[in-house]
C-alpha cells in the first residue's frame, strides 16, 4: 500500500495528482481483501487500467486499485476458431500482438490501442472498422455490491458506440476480471474498408495481405496522427463522434459540402468531431500548457505541466465553440475523475 502517492505514472494524460491510498492487485482474492479493507470502509475508490481514458479533475480522496491480473488461456481450439480467456490486468495491446503472431483473427484492426484487457468491454473499444463488441462472448467480473462472480454474456452488455452496461447500470458496481474472447484461424475476413488501410498496403505493395499485415498498416497509421502518451500527454480522443439527425447533416450539408458524414445502421448520421472542431479553428491550437493536437485535431494534449482545470477549460471552450457553429453538442470520451 502507498499512501499519498503520486498518479503521473498511472495515467496517460501526466496530470500532476495524487491519490490518498494506491495499491496494485494481481489476483481477484488480492482486489477482495484491498477492496474490503476496513482501512478504506468510508473512502471512495477506483479502479484504473493504464489510465489511457481518464482525466483526474483533482487529487483522488480515497483508493485507487491498480489492475495487475495476469493469463491468457487457450479454452478450446479447433481447425477454425480459438476461444480464450484474458485475464483482465492483461495490455491490450500484448494480447492482439500474441493473437497476430499465432494467426488468430479478429482483434488485428485494434492494434496499438493502450490500456488493459478489463477496461476494454468499458467502451467496447473500437478502430478502423472493428469494435470489440464483435469478437468478445462474455465478460466475467466481480459484484461490489455481493462479492460474487457473475458472466454476462455479449447481448447482455448493452454494447454500443463507445458504449457498454458497464459505463451505466454497473457504473462502479463492477470490476471485471476477465473475457472470453473468439477468434477465428481459417477464413478470417480481414477488414481494410476504413480509412487509409489500402493505401498503407498498397504503398508497402502487399499483394496478399494476412492478419499481421492489417496489424502492422493499422500501427503505422495511428503512430503517423496520434501522439506517443510517452512524450505527449494525452488520452486519444478527447470526444465522441457525435451521431445527428439526418435533417440536422442536410442542413449542414447545405452551407459546408464538404463536410464528412457517415450513416448509421440506426437510421443516424456519424459526424467526425475532429472536422468539427478543426473547422472551428482549433486544431493545433495551444491554450497555456494544453490543447488539441496538430496531426488529429480530436486528441486535447499536455505539452508539460497542464492541470486538469486547463484541459477542462479548453474542452468546455471546444464544445461551446462547436455547438454555436455548427448545432452539435460534442460530449467527452474521457472519464472525469
Ligand atoms: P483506464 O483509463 O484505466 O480506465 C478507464 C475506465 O474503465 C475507468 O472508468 C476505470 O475505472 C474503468 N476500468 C478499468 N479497468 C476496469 C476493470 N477491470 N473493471 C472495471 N472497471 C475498470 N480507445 C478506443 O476505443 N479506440 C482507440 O482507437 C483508442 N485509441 C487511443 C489512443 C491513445 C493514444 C490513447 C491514450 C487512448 C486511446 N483509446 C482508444 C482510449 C483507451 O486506450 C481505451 O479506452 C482503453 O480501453 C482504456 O484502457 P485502460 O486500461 O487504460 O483504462
Ligand atoms: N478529421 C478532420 N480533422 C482532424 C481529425 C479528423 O477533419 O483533425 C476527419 C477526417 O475527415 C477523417 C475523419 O475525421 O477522415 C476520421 O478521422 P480518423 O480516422 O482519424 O478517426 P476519428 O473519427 O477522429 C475514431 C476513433 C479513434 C479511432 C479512429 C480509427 C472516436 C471518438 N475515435 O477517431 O479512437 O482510433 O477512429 O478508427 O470514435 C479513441 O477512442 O480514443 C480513439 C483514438
Known amino acids: ?178 473475457i472470453i474472447l473468439r477468434l477465428e484461424k481459417k477464413g478470417h475476413v480481414l477488414k481494410m474498408n476504413y480509412g487509409d488501410i489500402r493505401e498503407v498496403l498498397e504503398k508497402n505493395q502487399v499483394n496478399d495481405p494476412g492478419i499481421k499485415d492489417i496489424s502492422q498498416a493499422v500501427i503505422s497509421i495511428r503512430q503517423s496522427k496520434l501522439p506517443d502518451p510517452k512524450e505527449l500527454g494525452n488520452a486519444g480522443s478527447f470526444f465522441k463522434n457525435p451521431e445527428v439527425e439526418p435533417e440536422v447533416v442536410e442542413s449542414l450539408l447545405r452551407k459546408y459540402p464538404l463536410m464528412p458524414n457517415y450513416p448509421m445502421p440506426s437510421g443516424k448520421i456519424k459526424v467526425p468531431a475532429g472536422w468539427l472542431i478543426e473547422q472551428s479553428g482549433w486544431k493545433g491550437k495551444r491554450v497555456g500548457n494544453t490543447g488539441s493536437h496538430a496531426r488529429q485535431a480530436l486528441v486535447l494534449v499536455n505539452y508539460g505541466g497542464a492541470k486538469a482545470e486547463e484541459v477542462k477549460d479548453l474542452a468546455y471552450t471546444i464544445i461551446e465553440d462547436v455547438e454555436s457553429k455548427f448545432g452539435i453538442r460534442l460530449s467527452p470520451e474521457v472519464n472525469f475523475i
Not at 36 to 59: A, C, E, M, Q, W
Not at 133 to 143: D, F
Open 1 to 178: 500500500m502507498r499512501e499519498n502517492a503520486s498518479l503521473h505514472d498511472y495515467h496517460t494524460f501526466g496530470i500532476e495528482v495524487s491519490t490518498r491510498f494506491l495499491e496494485e492487485v494481481h489476483t481477484t482474492d488480492e482486489f477482495l481483501k484491498v477492496y474490503r479493507d476496513s482501512r478504506y470502509d468510508d473512502l471512495p475508490k477506483l479502479i484504473l487500467g493504464g489510465g489511457s481514458n481518464v482525466l483526474f479533475t483533482h487529487d483522488f480522496p480515497g483508493l485507487v486499485i491498480v489492475n495487475r491480473l495476469e493469463g491468457i488461456q487457450v479454452l478450446e481450439e479447433d481447425e477454425r476458431a480459438v476461444r480464450l480467456k484474458v485475464a483482465s490486468g492483461e495490455i491490450w495491446h500484448h494480447l492482439v500482438l500474441h493473437c497476430v503472431e499465432n494467426g488468430w483473427g479478429g482483434i488485428e484492426n485494434l492494434s496499438l490501442i493502450p490500456g488493459t484487457v478489463g477496461a476494454a468491454p468499458m467502451q467496447n473499444i473500437g478502430a478502423y472498422g472493428v469494435e470489440i463488441k464483435e469478437v468478445l462472448e462474455s465478460v466475467e467480473y466481480l459484484s461490489l455490491e455481493d462479492f460474487r462472480t457473475y458472466t454476462l454474456r455479449n447481448e447482455a452488455c448493452e454494447f454500443g458506440y463507445r458504449e457498454s452496461i458497464f459505463k451505466h447500470t454497473l457504473k462502479d458496481k463492477a470490476f471485471i476480471i476477465s
